[in-house]
């Protein structure tokens, strides 16, 4: 498997580890990102998504990458530094929008991009 398959397969995995942290904690979206031990995972989780699209950048990628929005793409990158940088004021509704609005716009590319119908 390609190293951008790779890096897919993990963007993907941890979409779905943010999925499944709050499914099976039976929260909302805003109280899993307010919650005091779900919220780390999920910034890990983001923060590692983000960093997968860096490498893809740096492998490039471009390929794939044409395939998501340069805002998308550079929003998420924003969130990363924010959440590395500055943890403690990181605010909450900009994770909640990342969650609720960016993450299955990823999931479903990348399913297209790996079923071949991107």
């Known amino acids: 498997m390609s190293d951008v398959m790779q890096r897919l397969d993990k963007i993907l ?3 779905e580890n943010i999925e499944f942290i ?5 929260l909302k979206v805003t109280k899993a990102i307010e919650d005091k031990v779900v919220k780390p995972a999920i910034r890990m989780n983001i923060v590692r998504i983000a960093e997968q699209f860096a490498k893809l950048k740096d492998d490039n990628a471009f390929e794939i990458l044409e395939h998501f929005s340069k805002k998308d793409l550079k929003g998420i990158s924003a969130v990363r530094n924010y959440i590395a940088h500055d943890y403690d004021s990181t605010d909450d509704h900009i994770i909640e929008d990342v969650v609720r609005y960016n993450l299955p716009v990823f999931k479903e590319i990348i399913v297209a991009i790996k ?4």
């Open 13 to 15: 995995e941890c979409i």
């Open 22 to 26: 709050i499914s099976s904690n039976d």
């Open 115 to 118: 079923e071949g119908d991107l």
